[in-house]
T-cell receptor, first 113, second 114 residues
Framework: AQSVTQLDSHVSVSEGTPVLLRCNYS??????LFWYVQHPNKGLQLLLK??????LVKGINGFEAEFKKSETSFHLTKPSAHMSDAAEYFC???????????FGTGTSLTVIP | KAGVTQTPRYLIKTRGQQVTLSCSPI?????VSWYQQTPGQGLQFLFE???????NKGNFPGRFSGRQFSNSRSEMNVSTLELGDSALYLC?????????????FGNGTRLTVT
């Protein structure tokens, strides 16, 4: 069975401090993993993806994520938060058995000036 | 390359009516998926079409239906609208069936049922 758990529903950081958004997954297969960001009343924008190449993946806007198979985790990080990073973030898994994507429940990131 | 285009952006309907939403995928993308997003339930998968055939279906009642045309454009239809159908409906396209190609989302259609 496939599932995605985003460990924090809300994260609040000060501008200029690091961001950590946590994601754990369970998959019976070797999955592809993605992080998306959603700003209010917008669709989801792809931040980065892991598809069995390098375990440290760099994405847009300074975000990166590390795939740790032993911990079944795919946490999203950024060294220094900007006000424009305030949004909802989704961790997504595809078990690569078809085109079915499984979404986490989202983490709302607040950036305090 | 133009992104995924969804029309209309906003809709207000009355209970019992039906509604049709439209999605134009990124050029060359043959897979189109639909999702319903609500504050209470989050993102829920409705269905996926590839080459005009429904390939996957989520756990929604038969009032929700869709189709895909030969140019990969897709429509979804909701009949006999209920208040609980109020949501942001998102369409996503991808370049091929299979998990390594990411989904590319449109900005959604905000449906309000009164």
């Amino acid at each position: 069975a496939q599932s995605v758990t985003q460990l924090d529903s809300h994260v609040s950081v000060s501008e200029g401090t690091p961001v950590l958004l946590r994601c754990n997954y369970s998959s019976s297969y070797s999955p592809s993993l993605f992080w998306y960001v959603q700003h209010p009343n917008k669709g989801l924008q792809l931040l980065l993806k892991y598809t069995s190449a390098a375990t440290l993946v760099k994405g847009i806007n300074g975000f990166e994520a590390e795939f740790k198979k032993s911990e079944t985790s795919f946490h999203l990080t950024k060294p220094s938060a900007h006000m424009s990073d305030a949004a909802e973030y989704f961790c997504v898994v595809n078990p690569n058995t078809g085109n079915q994507f499984y979404f986490g429940t989202g983490t709302s990131l607040t950036v305090i000036p | 390359k133009a992104g995924v285009t969804q029309t209309p952006r906003y809709l207000i309907k009355t209970r019992g009516q039906q509604v049709t939403l439209s999605c134009s995928p990124i050029s060359g993308h043959r897979s189109v998926s639909w999702y319903q997003q609500t504050p209470g339930q989050g993102l829920q998968f409705l269905f996926e079409y590839f080459s005009e055939t429904q390939r996957n279906k989520g756990n929604f009642p038969g009032r929700f239906s869709g189709r895909q045309f030969s140019n990969s454009r897709s429509e979804m239809n909701v009949s006999t609208l209920e208040l609980g159908d109020s949501a942001l409906y998102l369409c996503a396209s991808s370049s091929r069936q299979g998990g390594t190609a990411p989904l590319h989302f449109g900005n959604g259609t905000r449906l309000t049922v009164t």
